[in-house]
């Protein structure tokens, strides 16, 4: 698979900083996109098989472990490009303190993106 225009630029800081990655897609075809475009690794993959679920299960237990860590919320950054995805985050209210955002490529349409474009989160 490639990669959108642009989306590598993008990626490339995060070698600075601690990430995931949460895809319905499975780990070795993540991990050879990113090798293939020289981009830095993720702390951890929750692909398609991981023990928690769906995309709102992993961040509830990503959220979870943290605040079990370190006593506080963890700042989440969610970059999707499913609507609907971000519209179960935002109206699951353990995941108020996530920052939502969603990208022009993929799975969404112009409209979505204005609703996006008005939504609080």
Request: glycine fraction near 2%.
């Amino acid at each position: 698979n490639e990669i959108y225009p642009g989306v590598s630029d993008v990626l490339k800081p995060l070698k600075q900083l601690n990430y995931n990655i949460i895809t319905t897609k499975q780990e070795r075809y993540v991990k050879a996109i990113l090798q293939a475009n020289y981009l830095p690794s993720p702390n951890h993959i929750y692909d398609l098989e991981n023990p928690y679920g769906n995309k709102v299960k992993v961040l509830e237990a990503i959220s979870n472990q943290w605040y079990s860590k370190y006593n506080h919320l963890p700042s989440i950054h969610f970059i999707e490009d499913r609507f609907e995805t971000l519209e179960l985050v935002s109206s699951t209210s353990s995941l108020s303190h996530v920052s939502l955002y969603l990208v022009d490529w993929g799975y969404n349409t112009i409209h979505q993106r204005s609703l996006a474009q008005t939504s609080d989160r």
